[in-house]
């Protein structure tokens, strides 16, 4: 399975960005998805997770209410809508799928088997 993040880039506070995901290779392997980010000098943090038929999901409080994740399984694609974001929302974020995962929603980067390489995203105050 690979992963191609995209839709990143500099945006002032109170404005929305689109992420898209595309997955290519072993799709049927990709079960449980999700964004997690990457502040500097911070760890990688869930964002956002989504079950395989993209019913289930769920977010960090942080961004409840702002953020968005779906998946289209005929497009092999994952999205993370951002919408009123914010200076902390800044960081690299990853898209990443699970292969043999059970569980709807996988809160940990070492849940996940597959990575994107990342998409900057930066919020200007």
């Known amino acids: 399975v690979q992963l191609q993040a995209s839709g990143g880039g500099l945006v002032q506070t109170g404005g929305s960005l689109r992420l898209s995901c595309a997955v290519s290779g072993r799709t049927v392997s990709a079960r449980a998805m999700g964004w997690l980010r990457q502040a500097p000098g911070k760890e990688r943090e869930f964002v956002a997770g989504v079950n395989r038929s993209g019913v289930r999901k769920d977010y960090t409080d942080s961004v409840k209410g702002r953020f968005t994740i779906s998946r289209d399984n005929v497009m092999n694609t994952l999205y993370l809508q951002m919408n009123s974001l914010k200076p902390e929302d800044t960081g690299v974020y990853y898209c990443?799928?699970?292969?043999?995962?059970?569980?709807?929603?996988?809160?940990?980067?070492?849940?996940?088997?597959?990575w994107g390489q990342g998409t900057q995203v930066t919020v200007s105050s």
């Open positions: 990443a799928a699970a292969s043999n995962s059970r569980a709807p929603v996988l809160y940990t980067w070492t849940s996940y088997d597959f």
